[in-house]
């Protein structure tokens, strides 16, 4: 889908039947294409004589690939998160390029820091007539957005961290495989989310560095630039704060697996104890078991109760010296 946006008095408004233009609208500041076709590309790169990505393009893991410059455009691709708010977590690549302070995007998925910029763009007034402003606010928003999701994941960890000390203490009732499951699950979650998080800060930490490197196919404003240079230390300040949530997961991880250790140590114990103690009674009912003629007291009345006593009393011995030594 092409929508092209045009300034206006306060914020964007979209340009009606752009994409039957054969030239670019005067008055555009931004192009979007949202999982476009090949003749929407082909329109674009026609109207700003550049050639638009590919999706396979986009993918490129090499920096050289996703930053760089050609027919007097910066392009640049970062990794946005997607459907952060659902239990799976996804991401895309969206593409920026920058083409005389013209702002074109690229994506495939449809990123919520779009909608959220294009809400808050009445707000910024006439700042959004030129497209690098445009861009700056669309990083903004990005950022801004993975900070909402790290704080989510900072109270979900908390949570886990309370349940998981506080109901694997003592005085609590006992985590069932159930709750460990469950316990593991959401671990897990919150360690892919803070995870790829910080994976998507990091290709917006680059794209700010190169950009701050000053691209020679773009020339900033001064408005941007500074824009800019508090973009990255956001950007720097949520990746220390992503690498944190990350160790704590591994942190309640490991607690966690310390803590099944110990339920399956205590069923283990429990089943050592009741061999030990079935030993004695067992070696008896095995001595009383052998076919000798000469055992006078198999022919006593009183052999039989006096057996299954002493039985009872060498089962319970074991049981209450395990007792008395703390190892039950």
């Avoid at 239990?87 to 994506?107: E, Q």
């Avoid at 005085?171 to 995870?195: C, E, H, N, Y």
Wanted: with cysteine.
């Amino acid at each position: 889908m092409l929508t092209v946006y045009a300034a206006a008095e306060k914020g964007l408004h979209p340009v009606p039947e752009a994409g039957g233009r054969t030239e670019c609208p005067p008055d555009a500041v931004w192009i979007d294409l949202f999982n476009p076709t090949a003749e929407e590309d082909a329109l674009v790169e026609s109207w700003l004589e550049i050639d638009v990505p590919s999706r396979e393009e986009m993918r490129e893991i090499e920096i050289s690939s996703r930053l760089y410059e050609e027919d007097g455009a910066v392009f640049m691709t970062i990794l946005a998160l997607v459907n952060s708010d659902q239990k799976h977590v996804g991401t895309t690549d969206v593409t920026f390029i920058l083409k005389d302070r013209m702002l074109v995007t690229v994506r495939h998925e449809d990123p919520r820091p779009f909608a959220q910029f294009l809400q808050r763009a009445p707000k910024l007034g006439p700042a959004c007539r030129n497209g690098d402003f445009v861009f700056i606010g669309l990083l903004e928003a990005f950022i801004d957005r993975i900070a909402d999701v790290l704080e989510h994941a900072g109270l979900d960890t908390e949570a886990i961290a309370n349940e998981i000390f506080e109901r694997g203490s003592a005085d609590s009732r006992p985590m069932k495989t159930q709750d460990f499951k469950a316990t593991v699950a959401r671990i897990g979650r919150a360690g892919d989310l803070t995870s790829k998080a910080r994976e998507s800060l990091v290709t917006i930490s680059r794209l700010l560095v190169f950009l701050s490197t000053g691209p020679g196919a773009v020339k900033l404003s001064k408005d941007v630039r500074i824009h800019a240079k508090t973009a990255v230390r956001d950007a720097n300040q949520l990746s220390d704060h992503a690498s944190y949530l990350s160790n704590k997961t591994v942190f309640l991880l490991d607690a966690t697996m310390g803590l099944i250790n110990i339920e399956q140590t205590n069923i283990i114990k429990i089943f050592s104890v009741a061999a030990v103690a079935m030993m004695p009674p067992t070696l008896i009912a095995s001595v009383y078991g052998m076919n000798f003629e000469f055992m006078p007291e198999l022919d006593e009345k009183w052999g039989y109760p006096v057996v299954l006593v002493l039985m009872v009393l060498s089962a319970l011995a074991p049981y209450l010296y395990f007792k008395r030594k703390g190892w039950l």
